[in-house]
């Protein structure tokens, strides 16, 4: 493998505070130096990446592969590929494929096509419960072993509190993060829409922000109460943002992340009944978003994680009400949380810490830092390159995605793991 040398941008690196123009040589895999100016080694590739930041390569702590079970919407292959284009170093592969990754075997298939096709590094996420049918725990010690990073039940909530509890117990001594998709089933209703104003304008059956927020405050005294660590999926309201705040003023084990979407759009996007803004939980008001928007900001949300969510027109070309919950996001994730950079409510610094550091940190994975030795996982993003989002172009295999047309501000231009380019910008090394 020849060593590569990244000469003359803007490398950002979150884990050290590092923000300065300076050379990145990759070698063997690793990173071997960060310098001001580092001569090229004879036979090193090296690429200008004048006026683009370098940055610890982006972790997604939420994706949704669909293999096994749901190749026509996503595979292995294609959604690696997404990941790659989007700047994405490393995916947390959800466990709702079909059959549930509740058993070494699931996680072991994932863990072996992953090896075989992937563009990118893959960690499987096990269930909590065994089928995800919130009632008996799955084989934590044995999904851990056999790949696991993290536990979810992801698309549904464990509504049972006690089994919840003894699930916080159990994954507690594995040392296993617990992901809460936060939603109370009973509340929520499987309402397509936020309620609100807009949804009663629009005419859409609805779910209260408390769908989300009560199941949170709950698990926050399970929290209290287990000392395991607890990690909320794709937080999207105020109430929410005030409970983890609080939670975390009290030294709780608690992380959480959001997603592009909701910090971009609110529930206008709904209006048009297009079912790509039929996600879950659904797109909030303007103060939601306000919220989530100065908690990513501030900290108080870790990290941004994509919900990756790919469907096929068989679920999604039907009624608002009817249509399957997601959205992809792998390829449009950077350049949309760009936007909060491009409106100055964060730094570069802070982004990618919400985009690398704090998921590698959480999940105790390798990369989320360009320090010497760390592993060779690196995106360069030209920051102002502008494009208009075209779906049909996207590696994903699924279209469901409401930003076709949208101008985006930010592009990636290379990404690299473990020191092999999986994905190049024809521009900037055609
Ligand atoms: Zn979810």
Same mark, same amino acid.
């Given at each position: 493998?020849?060593?590569?040398?990244?000469?003359?941008?803007?490398?950002?690196?979150? *884990?050290?505070?590092? $923000?300065?123009?300076? $050379?990145?040589?990759?070698?063997?895999?690793?990173?071997?130096?960060?310098?001001?100016?580092?001569?090229?080694?004879? @036979?090193?590739?090296?690429?200008?990446?004048?006026?683009?930041? %370098?940055?610890?390569?982006?972790?997604?702590?939420?994706?949704?592969?669909?293999?096994?079970?749901?190749?026509?919407?996503?595979?292995?292959?294609?959604?690696?590929?997404?990941?790659?284009?989007?700047?994405?170093?490393?995916?947390?592969?959800?466990?709702?494929?079909?059959?549930?990754?509740?058993?070494?075997?699931? #996680?072991?298939?994932?863990?072996?096509?992953?090896?075989?096709?992937?563009?990118?590094?893959?960690?499987?996420?096990?269930?909590?419960?065994?089928?995800?049918?919130?009632?008996?725990?799955?084989?934590?010690?044995?999904?851990?072993? *056999?790949?696991?990073?993290?536990?979810? &039940? $992801?698309?549904?909530? %464990?509504?049972?509190?006690?089994?919840?509890?003894?699930?916080?117990?159990?994954?507690?001594?594995?040392?296993?993060?617990?992901?809460?998709?936060?939603?109370?089933?009973?509340?929520?209703?499987?309402?397509?829409?936020?309620?609100?104003?807009?949804?009663?304008?629009?005419?859409?059956?609805?779910?209260?922000?408390?769908?989300?927020?009560?199941?949170?405050?709950? &698990?926050?005294?399970?929290?209290?109460?287990?000392?395991?660590?607890?990690?909320?999926?794709?937080? !999207?309201?105020?109430?929410?943002?005030?409970?983890?705040?609080?939670?975390?003023?009290?030294?709780?084990?608690? #992380?959480?992340?959001?997603?592009?979407?909701?910090?971009?759009? #609110?529930?206008?996007?709904?209006?048009?009944?297009?079912?790509?803004?039929?996600?879950?939980?659904?797109?909030?008001?303007?103060? @939601?978003?306000?919220?989530?928007?100065?908690?990513?900001? @501030? +900290?108080?949300?870790?990290?941004?994680?994509?919900?990756?969510?790919?469907? !096929?027109?068989?679920?999604?070309?039907?009624?608002?009400?009817?249509?399957?919950?997601?959205?992809?996001?792998?390829?449009?994730?950077?350049?949309?949380?760009?936007?909060?950079?491009? &409106?100055?409510?964060?730094?570069?610094?802070?982004?990618?810490?919400?985009?690398?550091?704090?998921?590698?940190?959480?999940?105790?994975?390798?990369? +989320?830092?360009?320090?010497?030795?760390?592993?060779?996982? %690196?995106?360069?993003?030209?920051?102002?390159?502008?494009?208009?989002? &075209?779906? !049909?172009?996207?590696? !994903?295999r699924s279209r469901n995605s409401p930003f076709g047309g949208r101008t985006m501000r930010g592009k990636v231009m290379l990404t690299i793991v473990a020191g092999n380019i999986v994905f190049a910008e024809e521009k900037l090394v055609g």
């Amino acid at each position: 493998m020849a060593d590569i040398l990244l000469r003359g941008g803007r490398v950002i690196d979150p *884990a050290r505070n590092f $923000d300065a123009n300076a $050379d990145v040589l990759l070698r063997d895999g690793k990173v071997a130096g960060v310098e001001r100016e580092i001569a090229a080694p004879k @036979d090193a590739r090296v690429i200008d990446v004048k006026d683009k930041w %370098v940055v610890p390569g982006l972790i997604d702590m939420h994706t949704h592969l669909r293999e096994p079970g749901q190749e026509y919407k996503e595979n292995i292959e294609t959604g690696t590929a997404a990941a790659a284009a989007g700047g994405f170093t490393a995916v947390c592969a959800m466990p709702n494929t079909v059959p549930p990754n509740d058993n070494r075997a699931v #996680t072991e298939l994932i863990v072996r096509r992953a090896r075989e096709v992937g563009a990118v590094r893959v960690y499987p996420i096990g269930c909590i419960t065994q089928g995800q049918k919130g009632e008996n725990l799955a084989e934590m010690g044995e999904l851990q072993e *056999a790949g696991c990073v993290a536990v979810s &039940d $992801d698309g549904k909530s %464990v509504m049972n509190s006690e089994v919840m509890r003894r699930a916080l117990e159990y994954a507690r001594g594995f040392g296993l993060l617990v992901i809460q998709h936060a939603e109370d089933h009973n509340l929520s209703a499987n309402g397509p829409a936020h309620e609100g104003p807009v949804s009663t304008r629009i005419g859409l059956r609805s779910q209260p922000a408390a769908a989300e927020s009560a199941m949170v405050a709950r &698990d926050l005294e399970l929290v209290a109460l287990t000392g395991a660590r607890y990690h909320v999926a794709h937080v !999207s309201c105020a109430e929410t943002v005030r409970l983890v705040r609080e939670a975390k003023r009290r030294g709780l084990p608690v #992380t959480c992340e959001v997603t592009p979407h909701h910090l971009t759009l #609110t529930d206008e996007a709904c209006a048009g009944y297009d079912t790509s803004t039929r996600v879950n939980p659904p797109l909030r008001s303007d103060k @939601d978003v306000a919220a989530v928007r100065e908690a990513l900001a @501030d +900290g108080t949300i870790d990290a941004v994680a994509t919900d990756h969510a790919p469907h !096929s027109s068989v679920e999604k070309d039907v009624e608002f009400e009817q249509a399957a919950c997601g959205l992809i996001g792998l390829e449009t994730a950077l350049a949309l949380c760009l936007e909060l950079v491009h &409106d100055k409510i964060m730094s570069p610094l802070a982004l990618f810490a919400r985009m690398s550091t704090a998921p590698a940190r959480i999940l105790g994975l390798v990369g +989320g830092t360009l320090a010497p030795d760390a592993v060779a996982d %690196v995106t360069v993003v030209d920051a102002q390159a502008t494009w208009i989002c &075209d779906p !049909s172009r996207f590696r !994903s295999r699924s279209r469901n995605s409401p930003f076709g047309g949208r101008t985006m501000r930010g592009k990636v231009m290379l990404t690299i793991v473990a020191g092999n380019i999986v994905f190049a910008e024809e521009k900037l090394v055609g």
